[in-house]
């Protein structure tokens, strides 16, 4: 192992890494103050209640990927406890209460306890949800450490990890206690790295050396100095296609619509919005489903239904092709009509739940509000908007780990409403197999 005075001065010596983090701390500081802090208060002063306050966390870590909230231990984590709570209510005044900040570590190291006792009860009496205890300790100190960043550390995972293989942090302690301990630690460590480096150290810093040194990739940020910026990178959605089968391989240029699909598929005569629809029965076809193809000369219906044979949902489906993105405009009325013709009949299966998911191109002009009305006044338990690319990354992903299956994907289906962005697909791998899948927070 490598020392935290060498890892530090790594951190200090790189150009890149330095370059990096600022630029990610300015985000940072950016964000927190104008977005997540005011977000913070309207739910502390009770003007938002829980769930309208997990959807827009949601929201704003996934547009803003800068504190690792947006996978396992925060946002999945906290969507499983509010599934888990019997009483939505009670459970936004227990959270509201929770990540009010700490007035000591030794009230700091209370709370988590006191919070992950309580998490440790919804999941004895919830066993589909399974919320995880120990996330409580990234949970709190995350939305402590937005309120008050220089007096609450995040307790990563990789900062945790390396502390306990150097021996400065005991990984088997009581969650309070280890957050606590934490806490001391990069207090330690914090001054030590302020006099060897002469300059000022915070929290923040600690965490970004010990990750640039467990994790780091110079090939982000030469991809970004490549690319013109962040939002131009977009690795993970880039489908690998050799892994892809060539009858599906196309199906995000089909969805769009693109030259190349026009002249690919002109010889067969075939309208290219029948062509995508017939694409994504196959999909769903290879990841698992049994697919009744409807769509094209069936009348008023939507243009497939995936079931789950040996689970307890069904996903109705519509492709929809369009060049410059789809927007729902007045389809609600056509959706609800599908969902209403074919709900009955599945609920009838033994379905327990129902999804509705749209896939097109892309989505523009999207209201919230339209998809919270579907969801409240129908009988569906949950629609989402899917990019033919992210399908097909959903495909890939199953093809390479088979240990991937239909329960592992129906969050991609039912865990909120709204457009599924690829990089919440990392959401699905199981539990057991984070440390193989190379998942890290940071």
Same mark, same amino acid.
């Given at each position: 192992?490598?020392?935290?005075?060498?890892?530090?001065?790594?951190?200090?010596?790189?150009?890149?890494?330095?370059?990096?983090?600022?630029?990610?701390?300015?985000?940072?500081?950016?964000?927190?103050?104008?977005?997540?802090?005011?977000?913070?208060?309207?739910?502390?002063?009770?003007?938002?209640?829980?769930?309208?306050?997990?959807?827009?966390?949601?929201?704003?870590?996934?547009?803003?990927?800068?504190?690792?909230?947006?996978?396992?231990?925060?946002?999945?984590?906290?969507?499983?406890?509010?599934?888990?709570?019997?009483?939505?209510?009670?459970?936004?005044?227990?959270?509201?209460?929770?990540?009010?900040?700490?007035?000591?570590?030794?009230?700091?190291?209370?709370?988590?306890?006191?919070?992950?006792?309580?998490?440790?009860?919804?999941?004895?009496?919830?066993?589909?949800?399974?919320?995880?205890?120990?996330?409580?300790?990234?949970?709190?100190?995350?939305?402590?450490?937005?309120?008050?960043?220089?007096?609450?550390?995040?307790?990563?995972?990789?900062?945790?990890?390396?502390?306990?293989?150097?021996?400065?942090?005991?990984?088997?302690?009581?969650?309070?206690?280890?957050?606590?301990?934490?806490?001391?630690?990069?207090?330690?460590?914090?001054?030590?790295?302020?006099?060897?480096?002469?300059?000022?150290?915070?929290?923040?810093?600690?965490?970004?050396?010990?990750?640039?040194?467990?994790?780091?990739?110079?090939?982000?940020?030469?991809?970004?100095?490549?690319?013109?910026?962040?939002?131009?990178?977009?690795?993970?959605?880039?489908?690998?296609?050799?892994?892809?089968?060539?009858?599906?391989?196309?199906?995000?240029?089909?969805?769009?619509?693109?030259?190349?699909?026009?002249? *690919?598929?002109?010889?067969?005569? &075939? #309208?290219?919005?029948?062509?995508?629809?017939? %694409?994504?029965?196959? @999909?769903? =076809?290879? /990841?698992?489903?049994?697919?009744?193809?409807?769509?094209?000369?069936?009348?008023?219906?939507?243009?497939?239904?995936?079931?789950?044979?040996?689970?307890?949902?069904?996903?109705?489906?519509?492709?929809?092709?369009?060049?410059?993105?789809?927007?729902?405009?007045?389809?609600?009325?056509?959706?609800?009509?599908?969902?209403?013709?074919?709900?009955?009949?599945?609920?009838?299966?033994?379905?327990?739940?129902?999804?509705?998911?749209?896939?097109?191109?892309?989505?523009?002009?999207?209201?919230?509000?339209?998809? *919270?009305?579907?969801?409240?006044? &129908? #009988?569906?338990?949950?629609?989402?908007?899917? %990019?033919?690319?992210? @399908?097909? =990354?959903? /495909?890939?992903?199953?093809?390479?780990?088979?240990?991937?299956?239909?329960?592992?994907?129906?969050?991609?289906?039912?865990?909120?409403?709204?457009?599924?962005?690829?990089?919440?697909?990392?959401?699905?791998?199981?539990?057991?197999?984070?440390?193989?899948?190379?998942?890290?927070?940071?």
């Amino acid at each position: 192992m490598v020392s935290p005075e060498d890892v530090f001065q790594e951190f200090a010596d790189s150009e890149g890494a330095q370059k990096h983090y600022r630029e990610h701390n300015a985000k940072r500081d950016e964000v927190a103050e104008e977005e997540l802090q005011p977000l913070i208060n309207e739910f502390q002063n009770d003007d938002v209640d829980v769930v309208e306050f997990k959807s827009r966390i949601d929201g704003l870590n996934k547009r803003n990927q800068l504190w690792g909230f947006d996978g396992f231990i925060g946002q999945m984590h906290f969507n499983k406890l509010l599934n888990a709570a019997p009483d939505e209510s009670k459970f936004g005044d227990r959270l509201r209460k929770a990540i009010q900040t700490p007035g000591s570590i030794a009230e700091a190291g209370e709370k988590i306890d006191s919070f992950a006792e309580y998490t440790q009860r919804l999941k004895d009496n919830d066993i589909d949800s399974d919320p995880f205890p120990k996330s409580t300790i990234f949970l709190l100190s995350y939305f402590w450490h937005i309120q008050e960043p220089t007096e609450w550390p995040i307790f990563y995972p990789t900062s945790e990890q390396y502390l306990g293989d150097e021996g400065l942090l005991d990984t088997d302690a009581p969650y309070g206690t280890r957050y606590a301990n934490f806490v001391e630690t990069l207090d330690e460590l914090q001054a030590e790295a302020e006099t060897q480096l002469e300059s000022t150290v915070e929290y923040r810093d600690i965490a970004n050396a010990v990750y640039w040194h467990e994790e780091w990739d110079e090939s982000a940020t030469k991809g970004e100095e490549t690319s013109g910026g962040t939002e131009a990178r977009d690795t993970f959605v880039d489908v690998d296609k050799p892994y892809l089968p060539p009858v599906v391989a196309d199906l995000d240029e089909v969805a769009a619509g693109t030259e190349g699909a026009v002249n *690919r598929y002109a010889p067969v005569d &075939t #309208d290219l919005a029948v062509v995508f629809e017939q %694409k994504c029965g196959t @999909l769903f =076809e290879m /990841l698992g489903f049994d697919t009744e193809l409807l769509g094209q000369g069936s009348g008023r219906n939507p243009d497939g239904i995936a079931v789950a044979a040996r689970n307890d949902y069904a996903v109705i489906y519509d492709a929809k092709k369009r060049q410059d993105g789809y927007r729902i405009g007045r389809d609600d009325r056509t959706i609800r009509e599908y969902i209403e013709a074919h709900t009955r009949r599945l609920r009838d299966q033994g379905k327990q739940h129902i999804y509705f998911a749209i896939v097109s191109s892309s989505f523009r002009d999207t209201e919230e509000s339209t998809l *919270r009305d579907l969801r409240t006044n &129908t #009988d569906i338990d949950n629609i989402v908007l899917l %990019k033919a690319k992210v @399908l097909q =990354e959903l /495909l890939r992903m199953r093809l390479e780990e088979p240990y991937l299956n239909l329960d592992d994907m129906e969050w991609v289906f039912g865990n909120r409403p709204g457009e599924i962005q690829s990089e919440e697909l990392e959401n699905i791998v199981p539990e057991w197999r984070q440390d193989d899948s190379g998942f890290s927070v940071s």
